[in-house]
């Protein structure tokens, strides 16, 4: 069967995954495999659907028929006589027996076991039986009188009518049963040679037509929802499979983490014990403490390994920083801050950085800002990362600018902006990610292990924060972070005068931070009054 649109596009597009491509082009195969093993051009599944519904509908209609026969065959004794109705009754009854016999042999059958050609031939033979019996009831051969033919025109709409609605999941049955009522009707209206017996006879084959299209569009409507189903089902099955195959990555991945976090534990100790050993001799080395080097130039290659060990350690302490934060073990240790001084220090430690390498750094604060409540040692270290960025991206005679302020709805925001080489915008992503670094950052001397953005976002979003970065190409970058309103301390209540006395609580974890009753109430009996 024709596939839906969207697989088309899907096997017709070059980023489609390979795996796509194999289960189409797998799916491809196996419905042509299946139309040629078909008897009818469809699946075998749906065959057996098909002729599955053919048999309970003949099942269910079962005691209309009876009735349908029965009240035809007496009323047409009016013309046959009681012993040509009472023969032709009995003989329609046994045919309809047998057709019902024929289908409830066919439902008890296994579905595996059963073969479909010998059973679509027996029903469409009983249909054709069943239609010439209704034939001989209908026709005279000596012929009818006038008064007979509205009667007989009704009875052969009301056989194809039936006919087409029970039989229509196997449309071959249905021309079967209701071709010989309507040829024999037609024909017998046809050889009385009067225009009211020619306009009946087209009204017959007319009336055949109509059906025969009402038939097979119920035959399409089946197969249609059949071929849904197969699909539903099918993708359930895929899900349900995508779904264990997920689940096993996740545990793998639940695994490898756990021993991702044993493995940096165990290495930091490892890394540190014999890192700080480095870090001190060399230190004592560069000072020269117990005397001066008898060459001169070993004091600058102790001041190369004091160097190199303490950028070591501060990868190893971001290493560690992003796992925890990752595995959500990152606990914040919340105070009243102010947002102003922390950068105020930040620039500080970082001026003489950036006067050797001629930089200028404007600071634009707004006054009299209110305190934040937040973790001090980690707003500080999202101020180090984006400004010793700035700093190592701007080139020579460049400015950077600091910005802390008010957000629109309340909250606080701090701002790095400096005048390097920007970040194209595909790049963003990958600057954002663990250990990406963009192109310039390559090409730059002074790189780094790509952990400094990453890290500062994930803080920013500990503290229910948002982080932005904006970058053009040739004109700069600025890194924009924000606290909620939530988080200034001028924001909450007041404490009543008349209130209890407040029990000291102990420090907030990231967990926890804004969600805590007793720890909300400690912040309005500390800061409450003006922050």
């Not at 019902?100 to 027996?122: D, G, H, K, V, Y």
């Not at 073990?329 to 001026?351: F, G, I, P, Q, T």
């Amino acid at each position: 069967m024709p596939n839906t649109i969207s697989e088309t596009h899907e096997l017709a597009s070059p980023a489609a995954a390979p795996s796509t491509k194999r289960r189409l082009a797998s799916q491809h195969v196996r419905e042509a495999r299946d139309r040629l093993t078909s008897t009818s051009g469809t699946r075998p599944v749906f065959d057996y659907e098909l002729l599955r519904q053919f048999a309970q509908n003949r099942i269910s209609a079962s005691p209309v028929i009876l009735l349908l026969v029965v009240t035809i065959g007496a009323l047409s004794g009016l013309w046959t006589g009681a012993l040509a109705c009472a023969v032709w009754t009995a003989g329609a009854l046994v045919i309809h027996l047998v057709v019902i016999r024929a289908c409830r042999q066919f439902l008890e059958e296994p579905p595996s076991t059963t073969n479909l050609r010998p059973w679509r031939m027996r029903f469409i033979l009983l249909d054709l039986f069943f239609g010439m019996a209704w034939t001989f009831i209908l026709i005279n051969p000596i012929g009818m009188d006038d008064q007979a033919a509205t009667f007989m025109l009704f009875v052969m709409l009301l056989v194809v009518a039936i006919s087409s609605m029970l039989a229509s999941s196997l449309p071959i049955a249905v021309f079967a049963l209701t071709l010989p009522v309507t040829i024999a009707i037609a024909l017998d209206f046809a050889v009385k040679r009067t225009l009211h017996d020619y306009i009946l006879a087209i009204m017959a084959l007319t009336a055949e037509g109509y059906f025969s299209l009402l038939a097979y569009r119920l035959y399409s409507t089946t197969l249609a929802t059949l071929e849904a189903r197969a699909e539903k089902d099918a993708l359930i099955g895929e899900l349900e499979q995508s779904k264990s195959v997920s689940d096993e990555a996740r545990r793998r991945a639940e695994t490898a983490n756990i021993a991702k976090s044993r493995f940096l534990a165990q290495m930091s100790h490892e890394l540190r014990t014999p890192l700080n050993a480095i870090l001190g001799f060399s230190e004592v080395m560069k000072s020269e403490i117990f005397g001066p080097h008898g060459v001169p130039l070993y004091k600058d290659y102790a001041a190369d390994i004091h160097s190199s060990g303490v950028h070591l350690l501060n990868l190893i302490n971001e290493i560690l920083d992003l796992s925890r934060i990752e595995a959500g073990r990152y606990e914040l240790n919340e105070e009243a801050v102010s947002l102003n001084r922390m950068v105020e220090d930040c620039h500080h430690l970082l001026k003489l950085r950036a006067t050797n390498r001629g930089i200028t750094i404007h600071e634009m604060f707004e006054l009299d800002l209110p305190r934040l409540w937040g973790d001090e040692r980690a707003i500080r270290q999202i101020c180090l990362n984006l400004l010793s960025n700035a700093i190592k991206f701007t080139p020579q005679g460049g400015e950077i600018w600091l910005k802390v302020g008010w957000t629109a709805s309340g909250g606080q925001y701090m701002s790095v902006k400096d005048t390097g080489p920007g970040i194209p915008e595909e790049e963003i992503p990958i600057v954002l990610a663990s250990f990406g670094q963009g192109s310039n950052s390559i090409k730059s001397a002074e790189q780094g292990a790509g952990l400094g953005l990453p890290i500062a976002k994930n803080l920013i979003d500990l503290h229910g924060g948002t982080f932005t970065l904006k970058s053009k190409l040739r004109i700069g970058t600025e890194v924009i972070v924000t606290f909620p309103p939530e988080r200034v301390m001028s924001a909450l209540a007041p404490i009543s005068e008349n209130a209890p006395p407040i029990q000291p609580q102990p420090q907030m974890s990231a967990s926890s931070s804004s969600a805590d009753d007793s720890t909300s109430r400690a912040k309005r009996a500390l800061f409450g009054a003006g922050g």
